[in-house]
């Protein structure tokens, strides 16, 4: 069996390239012998192996639409005849390598004979063993190479074919006959057949809307898009210009009967461009010729391919990384990338599913949710003035009569909780792996503590629970207005009305009619109803995300304004009003217990407006008692069915929706932008428009991944299989271009398009990779609040209601926020990494705050001397690189109590010189008034042999050596001590390098090299080395900034708005010195912090004695504000 | 070696004092832009033209069309007419000398999305770009801001990228002066920070170097690099800018004069040429007078904002507004007090100083019907020529603004469409 280099999953591919498992009609038969047989222990074998090949074609060529039986027949070496047998087979295309499973799907493979798998077992070896190998269509032009073997029982070798059999297949251009089928079609069938009459079932979300036909409602662009559909019902195996022309006739079993008369002039005329399009097909054949080649050499091959396989795919582990920041925020650990980049596909499939769990997860499902229901805009979802939750009704009323702000105190925490929901439930469900069906059928909603208090909630919390952790429950304390008693009159506090309060309630509502996001508060709030309206942006939105129907793009052509001005109820009888009303107003119906408050026919009959039930200018109505939905409008329903429920309605839509189809590809295609970062394309309707042709490509394509992605989460309904699927297809993992010739396509299709990170991943990600909590914070009253919200639209994000799509290429000002940003995280970040100790630091887990490239060695010692003439030694041991160092004696803490005049007392550090001692005894010393010694820094005096230092002062000796030397730094010193402060004098040593800083090779450069190498993996997510170019750059930057510190002449950091860090304080402080640090504002609406506290406790954060943290802030402002950091 | 050391780094900063200099290394600027700003106010929703630029007075045994003409009559402000309703007559009377008005606009559809993509692209089928964005396309996308959008329609069919903008717009100065806090103290050393951008630029080339590169890759990353080269002008823009406060004060809750403003300032400042101004709520299928008037109120504050502080700034003669909506609303109430979709529409468009203002194209009958014109004289013909759509005012708008010629527009052509001139 052939080794391989290390090769990318693409099992997508090989699904595609199989398509549908279908019936057929075999007609023709090909075997090819291999021209080889080998043993994989290296014996001689007899063994031979040969391809068979059955297909519809009898020409001997073949299409990718038509269907195909590849077998393998071979026989064994004799004395293996009657034992059983493990059969396996290897596809490559594209350089990869794909393992037949034994139900028949493919899995990358690594090329380790190891782990090869066979995809039958327990086969009978007979003189010619016949295995069935595929059964389907070959649905990608490109080249294919089939390897096979078999392992006998209890024997070790396996007999393999060394060489491959290729099979090829070139795509054709479009036929003449095509050109011709197209002008006949716009001329004769577009108008007087399909718009007037197919078009009535044929459509999104008509009858036939499953059926394999679908067209275009008329718009410039629709009479090739329904040639084209034409084209491709023709294409499905089974189907024929005949079956249509009878369907069509009303035979063959056609649900909507006869539509054209056999034998009439509708009938010539279909007839004639289904021929055509038959020719068309039959050319399309005639270009994809397949050869069967053993031993073709690829390199002589030169072979079409698709906009997908045109495509290099990114390593395991960079697709694990970049999942990893998208839905959890954090990179993964090395541990993680390792086991990923050893394993097969089905190891990332499983580190990818380990992703989907967790809080990061579910605020990434959140927010997800948000982009696309908008929940966030919602204005009002859970109304207090209401009395049908009695509980919330009370609170408002107790709140305001209390003489507080109820939206203050509770309406922003309750709003929020709300609104949050709907992510909450699709979180919920995806991560339990709950039947993704049940974001609509959840017979329950996700309610927070609070909300489960007010709405008399079902879950069980404990008390520890907070705002944002959810549980689903069931709504219990739901009233009708008949089972309340309320005060008489509403109440006022001084002039703000607290309104009703309920005194005592009766039976609440049974069976609260959930039906997961259908009657979600923030739904429902987003898209309300009016007497007008009548539910229909609900229903609008319904059918959008959950059908994928865009009711308002379904009949995107130009009306008159006559017929705008029928007033005889024109959604009902004028046909150009009918055509989106049939499909959105059954809909809205459903819709009916659901009042423009979001109450469930919160006066307990129904949820009809006031307007229809008494008209404003007297006149009858036609509204009777016990009605809940309109008498002039279509029943509640979906499609051409009409629900049976009365109570329920939501309920009952819920199910007849997750039963469709459509349901499944709407699935993906909300996902779509979420994992892809750009909205899918939409069919193009004008063909005149530049780049049709590609976008139509771009189109296809995908669609032809949607319905890819829909059967696998068909399969299950769990909805972790389709984002996995979807994450290891191309459009997630494609990284580099291997043709050119798709470009075009490529870019219309966004195929590989880095994702722009939205405000809530960029929050995640530098949360996670800094610690940086950035302008977020908690109030005591526990409301959190984001600038990262705030700016939301200024970063590329969504408000949910102006501004609703997410961009996903930067712009000037996208990036010059996302850069103010950075810039202002970098410096808490790094202040509060070295403040950790090493074991809790994210970043800084090779360096500390002191090292710096030159440096050597350092130490800092307690001078205990009391008297100047009380001399003792320090010493530090060190070694005396090649290029030469210096070695620098400092007062480390020089302190003076000045009264404006004097030092009332002061430390005072006195220093006789150094000496150099090597193992051998020999030793030298330097006097301060040695030749060699330089003192710098102001109060610094030198006396003779001997120096007092009273401030922040150093003597220095340079050394020059031929070859390194190992030796003990000795500093004789004495001091005088402050009495009234408990620390000793200390001094400090450091021996410093006097090599090229850029260049030189010490310790300390190599840590910081490693520390940036880490950094660059954790923060890009790209793997470099110590010698990297890139790695050079980055270590001249962190020099520049030490040099430009060091130039500053200060010893701290100046400017630090460490306090946009809201967790800054909470991660450096025990909770017990946080309560000294910070209370809670008199409104509980922000932190006063106590500088008395933090002045000292921020001392030593800040310090930057040596510069290094200044220089670590610019490698991070610098990583921070890359392109590889901002997207993923 | 100490020396060599200090020469080494000396020269490295030095090299980094050069990047706070961005005409050193980065890109060449053009000459500043000296033409018109476009700019759009989208009224989201679907405007009542009965009640601002299309007046009706109810008619005898036909059901009421405005409220306002049970008590009040039609007025004229030279030759414009309006309806006597919210802030309508200060605003006409205050600005008829620059204004024409295109009534009779038939959006031909009566679906939100679509009535916006028609008004704002001139067709129904999507994939055309906004007018707002042809102009910037064809007059300064180099620019860092050359399109503006507060969330309106603007759509631009990859010829650039519209700068999206919402609410904390106001908040723009303390986030976009690059490296600096909103009191201009440096975040990171000024000279590291240059330093910093240099190596983004020389990264970012270098990687576009990569001929392998995805095109949505490449085009992810030749963005970034536009934007690292417009980070200066944006920051020496942002300090023009008033504060968060200040923003506040000015506009006493009327976004759209934060949003005029910032447009302005961003016109002066030469980072921008265009932009779509959007207000929403229209869509007032109940209570329409009260709400539309609210409504109205806020857009012709906001007009008279825009040319008043346009004045100020010295560039009102460069502007050209064009006001607009989806569509407009029925010429009766619903049982809600409220109005439904109704395709005729009209449009605003406003210069100082030009020739075509100060009066009216296109009619409506009494029940706001559009009226078929005469070609030659755009006057109401019984056998007119045409009936107004948006592509006649957008294939105008187009010429007017010499965008018909431009390289960009060829993609884009309103076909069957024609000429209309309504701007001699």
Known sequence: MPQTSKTSHGLFLLVMLLGAMIGRAQADSSTLAFASAAASDGSKTASRFALQLESTSSTGRLSTQQLLDIAIAFTPDPHETDLKAAVFAVVVKNNAFYLLRPDRRFTPWNGDIGTLLPFAEDVTLADTTRVQLLTGKLSEPGEYQIFVAYSAQN??????????????????????????????????????????????????????????????????????????????????????????????????????????????????????????????????????????????????????????????????????????????????????????????????????????????????????????????????????????????????????????????????????????????????????????????????????????????????????????????????????????????????????????????????????????????????????????????????????????????????????????????????????????????????????????????????????????????????????????????????GLFETTLTSRDATLRELASRIAREPAFLTAAVRFWWPAIFGENPVVLPSVESDEGFAEKSAAYAAQQASVAAFARVLGERGNAKDMLVEMMMSPWFTAQSATRHEFRAVQLQASLGAPRLLGPAQLAAKTLELTGVNWRTTTSPAGRTWSDYENMSVMLGGIDSITVLERASVLTPTILAVQQSIMAEVACPAVVKDFALDENSRRMFTLVDASVTPLLLDSGTFDVTSTARTQWQEVRLPTRIPVEGASITVSFANPYCDYDGTKCLEQRVLYLQGVSLRHASGAQLRFSMNAPEVRVSGDNCYVQGSEAVFYSSCKMTVALQLDSPLDIEVIAHLSAQQAPSRTEPVRATIEVVSQGNILTVSTPNSRAIKEQIVALVADFHGRTVTVESPEVAQIYGLFVVALERARLSGKQQIDVCHWYTDGNFLSDLLTPAQLRLARRPSPNGDWWQDDWTYLGPAMQPWMSDAFGAKRAWIAVLAYLMTHFDYVHE | MVKNRRQFLNSLLIAGAAMAHPRLVLANEPAPFSGKFVLTLQARGGWDVTCFCDPKENQPGLAPITQWSTSERTQTAGGIVYAPFAKNREFFERHHRALLVINGVDAQTNAHSIGETANWSGRLADGYPSLTALYAAANAPQLPMAYLSFGAWSKAAALLRPTMLGHSVTQMRGFMLAGRDDQGQALVDPTVWSLIRKMHVDDTQSMLADDTLLPARNRSMDAYLQALKSSEALSRFAESLPSNTEFQALSRGNQLINQVHFALLAFKAGVSVSADLVDGGYDTHANNDAQQATLLGKLTDAIDYLWRSAEQLGIAERILLVVGSDFSRTPHYNSGNGKDHWPVGSYLVMEKGAPFTNRMIGKTDERQNALSLDLSTLNPAARGNIKLNPAHVQKALRRYLNLDTASVTRAFPLINTEQVDFFS
């Open chain 1, 155 to 636: 024997q070790a070798a396996l007999k393999f074919t060394p060489q491959p059999a290729v099979l090829l297949l070139e795509p054709a251009e479009q036929s003449p006959e095509k050109e011709e089928a197209a002008r006949l079609y716009q001329s004769n069938l577009e108008r007087s057949i399909v718009q007037s009459r197919c078009i009535l079932c044929h459509v999104e979300g008509g009858v036939a809307r499953n059926a394999n036909l679908k067209f275009q409602r008329s718009m410039s662009g629709s009479a090739l898009n329904n040639l084209n559909s034409l084209s491709a019902y023709l294409d499905i195996a089974g189907n024929s210009a005949e079956t249509l022309l009878t369907k069509a006739s009303g035979g063959g079993g056609h649900p909507g009967g006869q539509q054209i008369v056999r034998g009439g002039a509708d009938y010539a005329a279909l007839e004639q461009v289904l021929k055509l399009l038959e020719a068309d097909q039959s050319a399309r054949l005639q270009g994809l010729v397949y050869r069967f080649e053993p031993g073709q050499s690829l390199s002589q091959v030169t072979s079409a391919t698709s906009l997908l396989a045109a495509v290099e795919l990114a390593p395991r582990e960079a697709t694990l990384r970049r999942a990893s920041i998208l839905m959890s925020g954090h990179a993964p650990s090395a541990e993680q990338l390792a086991a990923v980049r050893d394993g097969d596909d089905n190891t990332l499939r499983a580190a990818l599913r380990g992703l989907m769990s967790g809080p990061r997860f579910r605020d990434f499902v959140v927010d997800v949710t948000n982009e696309r229901l908008l929940t966030r805009g919602s204005v009002d979802p859970l109304n207090s003035n209401f009395i049908n939750f009695p509980r919330l009704r009370n609170l408002h009323y107790d709140t305001v009569m209390a003489g507080k702000d109820y939206w203050q105190e509770y309406g922003h925490r309750l709003k929020e909780s709300a609104i949050r929901a709907s992510g909450e439930l699709v979180a919920h469900v995806i991560i339990g792996e709950l039947p993704y069906s049940e974001i609509l059928t959840a017979n329950y909603m996700m309610m927070n503590p609070l909300l489960n208090h007010y709405l008399g909630g079902t879950a069980n919390f404990p008390p520890t629970a907070g705002d944002k952790d959810f549980l689903p429950a069931r709504i219990t304390q739901y009233y009708f207005p008949p089972e309340l008693v309320r005060s008489d009159e509403r109440e006022f506090f001084g002039s703000v009305e607290a309104g009703h309060k309920v005194l005592s309630t009766r039976t609440p509502l049974a069976d609260y009619p959930h039906a997961g996001l259908l009657t979600d508060f923030g739904f429902l709030s987003r898209y309300p109803t009016t007497a007008t309206n009548r539910n229909r942006a609900r229903a609008r939105w319904t059918l959008y995300h959950f059908l994928g129907i865009d009711i308002e793009k379904s009949s995107q052509r130009p009306l008159d304004e006559a017929s705008l001005s029928d007033r005889n109820n024109p959604t009902m009888n004028n046909p150009n009003c009918a055509v989106c009303h049939t499909v959105l107003d059954p809909v809205a119906g459903a819709f009916q217990n659901w009042s423009e408050w979001n109450m469930y026919r919160e006066n307990g009959y129904d949820a009809l407006d006031h307007f229809y039930k008494f008209p404003a200018d007297g006149s009858a109505s036609a509204y009777r008692q016990g009605d809940l939905w309109y008498r002039d409008m279509r029943l509640p």
